[in-house]
T-cell receptor, first 115, second 116 residues
């Protein structure tokens, strides 16, 4: 069974569209994250949720809106897509948010291409 | 703030060569340190971690030692294989100092290619 899963794996869309990426974890973890990996492989945190509550919200355009219907799911909705949003988006989860030793487990990524 | 600096790639080695990927960090307090690996077309997997000074993390023949005096966590492997070809990320998770401070901070990644 996949621990952290994301759908879709690939997403190709036009500028200006609205799209969503879904993430689910079956590890029973309390905390989930969204990361963006740019074309140079640089990874940066976007959001973190702990038990459905937002705890990290980095400087991300408000076109990006995370939603956590329950602690096993964290979806990412993106409005008015722009060319610069093209990237690979990774979901991750960890048992705790308030622990520096805790391991984060990553999903396989969603490659978003905006044309 | 926290930051991680790792050596620029790409690194190309012959099979059975010795590997070192340097990683240094800046953080307040006592962070935990991690190496993640990303194989082509896949997500990140934890390779190893160390949570306190002088700890050595090891997995699949890879090792890294948490050196507080040099703020380093260099990744080493004695004999690389073609299957080790991947991008390697050094990361730290810092001590709590406010909301969000337990987030992972990544280095820019080092691409390793191992040729037969």
């Amino acid at each position: 069974d996949t621990a952290v899963s994301q759908t879709p794996k690939y997403l190709v869309t036009q500028m200006g569209n609205d799209k969503s990426i879904k993430c689910e974890q079956n590890l029973g973890h309390d905390t989930m994250y969204w990361y963006k990996q740019d074309s140079k492989k640089f990874l940066k945190i976007m959001f973190s949720y702990n038990n459905k509550e937002l705890i990290i919200n980095e400087t991300v355009p408000n076109r990006f809106s995370p939603k956590s219907p329950d602690k096993a799911h964290l979806n990412l909705h993106i409005n008015s897509l722009e060319l610069g949003d093209s990237a690979v988006y990774f979901c991750a989860s960890s048992q705790f948010s308030a622990s520096s030793t805790d391991t984060q487990y990553f999903g396989p990524g969603t490659r978003l291409t905006v044309l | 703030g926290n930051s991680v600096t790792q050596m620029e790639g790409p690194v190309t080695l012959s099979e059975e060569a010795f590997l070192t990927i340097n990683c240094t960090y800046t953080a307040t307090g006592y962070p935990s340190l991690f190496w993640y690996v990303q194989y082509p077309g896949e997500g990140l997997q934890l390779l190893l971690k160390a949570t306190k000074a002088d700890d050595k993390g090891s997995n699949k023949g890879f090792e890294a030692t948490y050196r507080k005096e040099t703020t380093s966590f260099h990744l080493e492997k004695g004999s690389v294989q073609v299957s080790d070809s991947a991008v390697y990320f050094c990361a730290l998770r810092g001590a709590y100092s406010g909301a969000g401070s337990y987030q992972l901070t990544f280095g820019k990644g080092t691409k390793l290619s191992v040729i037969p």
